[in-house]
């Protein structure tokens, strides 16, 4: 008996995974409108029964390969960091503004998490969502740095939404360069003056 509550368990999680999957494949080319979930069911090889058990619809759906993208970016912006060995919270924004403007290049991370995620969730479940992995990360690091006199003292939360709002414009503007390389120098420029900003005592 538990071993068949186990198969059907790695079945529900495969046809899930299935499912994330295919929706990102095709969201990041065609946009989550233009997307039906017959498509997405017959890409993940189910049936749109299959997919409404598992999601109550399509925009859930979106949110869960939303969620998937955002980890994988937290994960590897992190993963930058251990590798530098940072420990200077200014250091670290700068690395990691540095290392998204890389991941935007990717066609799936600009189109879902750039394009399509503030306007199928609204602005409160995006950043609602935000919170828990890159905004979660700069108002970490920001409010590391104003504990340890690197920044001045001021409200931290307002200032991280800043600065996620800026470095996200600066990997729409490179995404959409035809020159990104030398968009995505220019824009990191901007970023590090920004950041290098927040040090100032005004």
Not at 8 to 22: E, G, H, W
Not at 96 to 124: F, K, S
Not at 170 to 199: F, G, H
């Given at each position: 008996?538990?071993?068949?509550?186990?198969?059907?368990?790695?079945?529900?999680?495969?046809?899930?995974?299935?499912?994330?999957?295919?929706?990102?494949?095709?969201?990041?080319?065609?946009?989550?409108?233009?997307?039906?979930?017959?498509?997405?069911?017959?890409?993940?090889?189910?049936?749109?029964?299959?997919?409404?058990?598992?999601?109550?619809?399509?925009a859930e759906l979106?949110?869960?390969?939303?969620?998937?993208?955002?980890?994988?970016?937290?994960?590897?912006?992190?993963?930058?960091?251990?590798?530098?060995?940072?420990?200077?919270?200014?250091?670290?924004?700068?690395?990691?503004?540095?290392?998204?403007?890389?991941?935007?290049?990717?066609?799936?991370?600009?189109?879902?998490?750039?394009?399509?995620?503030?306007?199928?969730?609204?602005?409160?479940?995006?950043?609602?969502?935000?919170?828990?992995?890159?905004?979660g990360m700069v108002?970490?690091?920001?409010?590391?740095?104003?504990?340890?006199?690197?920044?001045?003292?001021?409200?931290?939360?307002?200032?991280?939404?800043?600065?996620?709002?800026?470095?996200?414009?600066?990997?729409?503007?490179?995404?959409?360069?035809?020159?990104?390389?030398?968009?995505?120098?220019?824009?990191?420029?901007?970023?590090?003056?920004?950041?290098?900003?927040?040090?100032?005592?005004?």
């Amino acid at each position: 008996m538990e071993v068949n509550r186990r198969t059907q368990a790695d079945r529900t999680a495969a046809t899930r995974a299935a499912l994330i999957t295919a929706a990102r494949v095709l969201i990041s080319e065609q946009g989550f409108s233009a997307v039906g979930t017959q498509a997405i069911a017959a890409a993940a090889g189910v049936t749109r029964g299959a997919l409404y058990h598992q999601f109550a619809d399509k925009a859930e759906l979106f949110m869960a390969v939303f969620e998937e993208i955002e980890e994988e970016l937290l994960a590897q912006i992190g993963d930058a960091m251990t590798e530098a060995a940072i420990t200077d919270p200014i250091a670290a924004l700068e690395l990691g503004a540095r290392r998204w403007l890389e991941l935007c290049a990717d066609p799936q991370v600009h189109r879902i998490v750039l394009i399509e995620a503030p306007v199928v969730l609204g602005w409160d479940q995006w950043r609602e969502i935000g919170q828990r992995y890159a905004l979660g990360m700069v108002e970490a690091l920001i409010a590391q740095a104003v504990s340890t006199g690197a920044v001045p003292a001021q409200p931290v939360r307002p200032l991280a939404h800043v600065m996620i709002g800026a470095i996200d414009e600066a990997a729409l503007y490179v995404s959409r360069s035809d020159e990104p390389e030398k968009a995505r120098a220019e824009m990191l420029d901007v970023v590090r003056r920004l950041i290098q900003a927040m040090t100032i005592e005004l």
